[in-house]
C-alpha cells in the first residue's frame, strides 16, 4: 500500500509517519519510508541543490524538473518494486506537494504539471493524508531552526501553499484525508490508524 504524508512546514508529518511506521511494523508488515525530493542516492543530491539557499535566480520550471527528476528516479527504483513485493511504502510528500507549491503558490501550469505525471506514468497514492495547519502556526513552530529555501518563503507564500492543499483535498476526497494539524499528537495518530486499518480491513491499534 502506497501512503503519502502532505501539509505545510511545521504540520507534524514527520512525528505522525514515524508512529505509523512503528505501529505497522509491530503488526508485522514490511515498510519502507520514503522522502519527496530524495530517497535516492540521486534524489538526495537533487534535494540539496534544491532547498540549498542561493543568489542565483531559480524559476518555478525550473523547481519543477529538478522535483520530477528525483520522483521519477524514485519511483523506479524504490517505490514500484516496494510495492510490486506487498510492502507497505509511506512518503513525506508527493506529487501533491508539486500542484500546491509550485502551481498554487508560485504560478506553473496545472496542466503542464498534470502532463509531467502523466509522461512519467508514476505510481498513485492509495491513501494521502493532509496535516492542515495554518501559515502563523507554521512560521511559530520552525521558528527555532535554521530554515532551508523553501521554509525562508513569505507568509504570503505559504497562504496560496494551503490554500492549494485544500482545494486538493477538496478535488480529491476519495484519496485525501484532510487531518486537523492543532490537534493532539495522539489523536491524529489514532485517527490515522484508523484510516489505513479500515483500508486494509485489519485493526492497527
Known sequence: MFITFEGIEGSGKSTQIKMLEKALHAK???????????????????????????IEKISVETETFLLYASRKHLDQNLLKPSLASK????????????EAY?????????DFFKSLNKVCNLSIPEITFYIDITSEISKERISNR????????????????????????EENRERIYKINGIDTIENIHKKILELVGEKIGSSLG
Open 102 to 110: 509550485q502551481c498554487y503558490g508560485k504560478g506553473l501550469s496545472h
Open 146 to 169: 535554521e530554515r532551508d529555501r523553501m521554509e525562508a518563503e513569505e507568509i504570503e507564500f505559504f497562504n496560496k501553499v494551503r490554500e492549494g492543499y485544500l482545494k486538493i483535498a
Open 28 to 54: 508485522g508488515h514490511e515498510v519502507i519510508v520514503l522522502r519527496e525530493p530524495g530517497g535516492t542516492i540521486l534524489g538526495e543530491k537533487v534535494r540539496e541543490a534544491f532547498l540549498e539557499k542561493t
Open 87 to 98: 510492502k507497505f511504502v509511506i512518503c513525506d510528500r508527493y506529487y501533491d506537494a508539486t
